[in-house]
């Protein structure tokens, strides 16, 4: 038995580069619970966008553990702690089980019909009264594929309005819109499988220990198996990540593209790119190579507070690498120019040729578990089946599959982010918000902001979740949702594979699946399309399914190949699937043509820094064909710099044990335990200056909020302040303590192509409250999180002894299943 929350990778097992990744079978069943009583029923995990492939253990109609699936290419039967321990959020006592309509003020009981009724009637009356542009939805990262294109459908063809965004805006943006602007349309090219093979890997604002702990664990077995890769590490944390890196590069917080542009410079000055390569499959070089000339490793270690000798060793590292596996992640998505820095991600890998083949290619990553399915379904900011809102035959295309008329979809302006839709109801002109699966209350920027804006008698708010959240006890109406194990579903994680998740057990009370929710509004809504016929075709998951995959036929994540019975009973598959690709395609872009052509593109493009959009004629003048789009920015400061008053920079983020909101990970006994309370970590020399020891009470405090957290003395930058932005209120007692939620400090601002909020380049300060007694933070020291200098034994626990990771079996087997 292994302990899985002190060990959070579990067990090593090397394997030389090109070598199948070796199966590892882990299992965690509730104590007492014997295996030959449980019926395992095929799903995914969804506590990460790794999207593992595990099996849930159903004894009595209850769930009571899980485990890897053995033939599944994204884990080999491997699983991290959300995934081992998370599951048990679905027992919660607090589970939500029946509709709740406010009252006299108070959220109260209600039957469905009555939930219902309301929200159709307010619905109706919004309508009639703001017109279309009255309703906006706000979904998730958490749902189905078929919950995603079930709204989709209702919100863009039915009602017609451009207000509906997912919370993957918050978290993977972004990575939309870098694939789009660099390859002309979303998904990821390359595949899992290429860390088993590439002999360099450049993790830029990715900790991918804590974010994608499998991974993680793969890329482990690659570092201690006899070729190992080489790592450059680009983080102000001192993270496990950065730990195992050949070179780390500990950056100034928000300087991410003007480190890339150093790095670009070195590649192009010392001649380590593939030319021939570059002329023949890409356009824009001329234009990069003038961008990048003035950026020379001495100017950029200025702005980034890095040697210059460490930029130039890290160019080296990346310019002779053979095969190159590129990845960022939220400290690029969610900083200072995020998309115009991802977009030199791409850069790198396409200046070096490193695409299109085994072990060589660009991650532009996921967080949540079907964020990729909010943007091929059409349920954020694209339109279904990666179809561009500019053209108008893409457009046509879709009125055909819905039968509705072309000027019935909103395409007359991009669809709107979700940051828009709070400012329009904070204006007054949005006046119904239904909420599906997210918790606005604690993740968006600003939550004093947040928090007026919703409390609006003038603004109708309907919430789905599985749990009472802070956002649902502002809510007008609360429906209660049937979460992963309850529901039949698909969803797709960042390397393209789609995985089935099945019904195991039934849901508590009376939560029903969110298709079935949007199916019972779309009915009493009344929507139909051009011929009278119900709007909506399907009544169940699966018809949903083959509804969608027909709909992406012949676009780029086309499912058509795919269906329920191929996803039952092996690995996952990864799209495209079709008939010519029955078993999918591993990667993308083999030939070195690219998604660009104006007429198939997903967007014609935009302009990094001001985020202007391009039309069709600025993109067919650039003349891609079929060639990938080198994009040049130049870096310009963070907008809140750190001054005297708020000398430091916050930058907020996860740990290993929590996901998001901490809804369903601060339920199950294990993660809690290893992370129960906030937590401000602060470097060494910053500390002493303030006088602040090892798990001392502090305060932060922004212009916009103040929070109160332990010290954590880690390894973090000088001048930064970390704080996970997991923890809000929903279990701090009474609600009259201080304030522990990260975004009660955070700025609004967002990125001007991906309209992605930034989250890591907000001032503060930070003053000392009170003594610590000798009691360390609440932080695991077992992540990045972990404590400098003796004042932590490091024991291998993570957080209080009572953590509990016990009981998981790891069963090793020899080659791949």
């Not at 994204?74 to 599951?87: C, D, M």
């Not at 950056?251 to 590649?267: D, F, K, P, V, W």
């Not at 190159?324 to 115009?340: E, K, R």
């Not at 057990?505 to 009344?526: K, S």
């Amino acid at each position: 038995m292994t302990d899985r929350v002190a060990d959070i990778w579990g067990t090593r097992t090397p394997h030389a580069a090109g070598s199948p990744w070796p199966v590892r079978v882990d299992r965690y069943l509730d104590p007492g619970v014997p295996e030959n009583e449980v019926d395992w029923v095929q799903s995914a995990c969804v506590l990460c966008s790794n999207g593992c492939g595990m099996d849930i253990g159903v004894r009595d109609g209850r769930i009571v553990g899980v485990r890897g699936r053995a033939a599944d290419r994204v884990n080999q039967g491997r699983l991290g702690p959300k995934g081992l321990f998370g599951w048990q959020g679905n027992g919660s006592p607090d589970r939500l089980t029946r509709p709740l309509v406010r009252r006299d003020g108070e959220l109260r009981p209600a039957s469905w019909d009555e939930a219902m009724d309301l929200i159709v009637e307010r619905s109706r009356a919004v309508m009639a009264e703001q017109g279309r542009l009255g309703m906006g939805f706000y979904d998730s990262g958490q749902l189905f594929l078929e919950d995603y294109y079930t709204l989709a459908v209702i919100v863009r063809a039915g009602i017609g309005t451009p207000h509906l965004d997912g919370n993957t805006r918050l978290c993977t943006a972004t990575a939309d819109f870098a694939l789009k602007e660099t390859f002309g349309t979303d998904g990821d090219p390359g595949s899992l499988t290429d860390f088993d093979s590439c002999d360099t890997i450049f993790a830029i604002g990715h900790n991918i220990a804590e974010t994608h702990t499998v991974l993680w664990a793969r890329i482990l077995d690659r570092l201690r198996g006899p070729d190992r890769p080489r790592l450059v590490v680009v983080d102000p944390r001192r993270t496990k990540v950065a730990r195992e890196a050949d070179v780390h590069l500990p950056i100034r917080s928000g300087t991410n593209l003007a480190l890339l542009n150093g790095i670009q410079h070195e590649l192009i000055a010392e001649g380590r790119i593939d030319r021939a390569f570059v002329d023949a499959h890409t356009i824009g070089f001329e234009k990069l190579e003038e961008t990048v000339s003035q950026y020379p490793p001495e100017r950029v270690a200025g702005i980034c507070g890095v040697p210059a000798d460490d930029i130039r060793e890290a160019a080296r590292v990346i310019g002779a690498a053979e095969r190159l596996v590129s990845t960022c992640l939220q400290g690029v998505y969610q900083s200072h120019q995020a998309t115009a820095s991802a977009c030199q991600v791409n850069n790198v890998n396409l200046l070096r040729g490193m695409i299109g083949k085994p072990g060589a290619t660009v991650f532009q990553m996921n967080g949540q578990p079907t964020a990729q399915n909010t943007r091929e379904t059409g349920a954020n900011g694209d339109l279904a089946g990666m179809r561009n809102w500019q053209n108008p035959q893409h457009v046509r295309e879709l009125a055909r599959h819905w039968n509705v008329d072309d000027l019935q979809i909103p395409t007359w302006a991009p669809p709107t982010h979700v940051m828009q839709m709070f400012r329009y109801a904070e204006q007054g002109s949005i006046r119904f918000l239904w909420i599906v699966g997210t918790n606005p209350a604690v993740s968006l920027p600003e939550l004093r902001r947040i928090r007026a804006i919703l409390e609006q008698e003038r603004l109708f708010v309907v919430v789905n979740d599985a749990f009472p959240t802070e956002t649902a006890e502002f809510a007008d109406v609360v429906l209660p949702a049937a979460i992963w194990g309850e529901k039949t579903g698909t969803f797709t994680n960042h390397d393209r594979t789609v995985h089935l998740s099945e019904r195991a057990v039934e849901p508590p009370g009376e939560a029903r699946a969110d298709m079935e929710i949007f199916l019972d509004y779309a009915r009493r809504l009344g929507l139909t399309d051009r011929d009278g016929a119900p709007l909506v075709k399907w009544r169940t998951p699966e018809e949903c399914f083959d509804a969608f995959k027909e709909m992406t036929r012949g676009r780029p994540c086309d499912y058509s190949g795919l269906s329920y019975e191929k996803l039952r009973g092996g690995s996952g598959v990864q799209w495209p699937c079709t008939d010519e690709a029955p078993g999918g395609t591993e990667r993308l872009y083999t030939d070195h043509r690219f998604n660009t052509d104006t007429a198939y593109c997903e967007d014609y493009g935009h302009d990094l820094l001001t985020g202007a959009t391009f039309e069709a004629k600025d993109h067919a003048a650039m003349g891609p064909a079929g060639r990938a789009v080198l994009k040049a920015a130049h870096y310009t400061p963070p907008h809140e710099p750190a001054s005297e008053e708020y000398p430091f920079l916050l930058a907020t983020g996860r740990t290993a044990y929590h996901w998001h909101t901490r809804t369903k990970t601060g339920r199950a006994r294990q993660l809690d335990g290893a992370a129960p309370e906030v937590w401000v970590e602060i470097s060494p020399a910053d500390a002493a200056r303030l006088g602040v020891a090892e798990g001392d009470l502090v305060r932060v405090r922004s212009p916009r909020g103040r929070l109160e957290g332990r010290a954590r003395v880690s390894g973090v930058r000088d001048g930064v302040v970390f704080v996970p932005f997991h923890y809000g209120y929903w279990d701090a007692g009474d609600g009259d303590g201080p304030a522990r939620a990260a975004n009660e400090l955070t700025v609004t601002d967002w990125d001007p192509v991906s309209k992605q909020p930034v989250f890591k380049t907000a001032a503060v300060c930070v003053e000392r409250l009170a003594d610590g007694g000798g009691v360390p933070a609440p932080a695991p020291t077992t992540t990045a999180s972990e404590p400098v200098g003796p004042a932590v034994p490091l024991d291998g626990a993570a957080g209080p002894p009572t953590a509990g990771g016990g009981g998981v079996t790891e069963t090793v087997r020899e080659g791949r299943a």
